[in-house]
Nanobody, 125 residues
Framework: QVHLVESGGDSVQAGGSLRLSCEAP??????????MAWFRQVPGNKREWAAT???????DYADYVEGRFTISRDDAKNILYLQMDSLKPTDTAMYYC?????????????????WGQGTQVTVSS
């Protein structure tokens, strides 16, 4: 069983920054680096994709990120990060990390086999 544990969520003012962390293996059972992602969800809304990083380190971001977020991974430490800058009140959500079983990434929920419990980000105006 794969356990993902997020941390780093907090309450900040608009324009501020946060760095989220996710303790995650990042490797498949065969030892291959695999796709990792961040999603977010506001109560009453669907969980939406924020960013992905492939096993090869290629990154992709949702349009609403607009260059403000950076996803990265430290495979030596088994940690996935999401650096969030220039935060807006509309970024307020529970943020989840997710891990697939494959090397490449896709943006839909069903692609990911493992999920963390989430970390809350609140941005006030």
């Amino acid at each position: 069983q794969v356990h993902l544990v997020e941390s780093g969520g907090d309450s900040v003012q608009a324009g501020g920054s946060l760095r989220l962390s996710c303790e995650a293996p990042g490797y498949s059972s065969s030892g291959n680096r695999i796709c990792m992602a961040w999603f977010r969800q506001v109560p009453g809304n669907k969980r939406e994709w924020a960013a992905t990083i492939t096993g090869d380190g290629q990154t992709d971001y949702a349009d609403y990120v607009e260059g403000r977020f950076t996803i990265s991974r430290d495979d030596a430490k088994n940690i996935l990060y999401l650096q969030m800058d220039s935060l807006k009140p509309t970024d307020t959500a529970m943020y989840y990390c997710a891990q697939s079983r494959l090397r490449w990434c896709e943006a839909h929920l069903n692609f990911y086999a493992y999920w963390g419990q989430g970390t809350q980000v609140t941005v006030s105006s």
